[in-house]
């Protein structure tokens, strides 16, 4: 049975209201790269000529998102930080040369240890 990880506190703001910063660990980051399979890109190619929203490639951004903040949580908590202030997203698109679309998501901020 694997052991339980400690939550790590992720904000996006630069303090922590009700506790106390007492060591800044530095700049913690996590990249998350998905790509929508030739169906789902196919059809969000259709949908895309009538228009309207775009539920496929929503799903696909808001996993690629998630996948960053477990990965920024994982290297914050692997570094001894149980926060991370003033995290901010990038975000982008690049093709592997072979027509295919990824979304790439990064998550980053400052890994700190907390008390109080």
Not at 8 to 30: K, S
Not at 42 to 48: H, K, T, W
Request: proline content about 2%; some cysteine.
């Amino acid at each position: 049975m694997a052991a339980e990880q400690s939550p790590i506190l992720i904000l996006t703001i630069n303090d922590c209201p009700g506790m106390r910063v007492v060591r800044v660990i530095g700049a913690v980051y996590g990249t998350g790269v998905r790509s929508r399979n030739i169906v789902g890109n196919f059809l969000g190619g259709v949908r895309a000529i009538f228009g309207g929203k775009q539920a496929g490639y929503l799903r696909m951004i808001a996993q690629t998102r998630d996948d960053a903040l477990e990965q920024l949580a994982e290297h914050a908590r692997s570094l001894g930080a149980n926060a991370v202030l003033g995290m901010r997203f990038d975000s982008g698109e690049f093709n592997t040369g072979q027509g295919q679309a990824m979304n790439e998501v990064t998550a980053y901020g400052t890994a700190v240890a907390t008390e109080g």
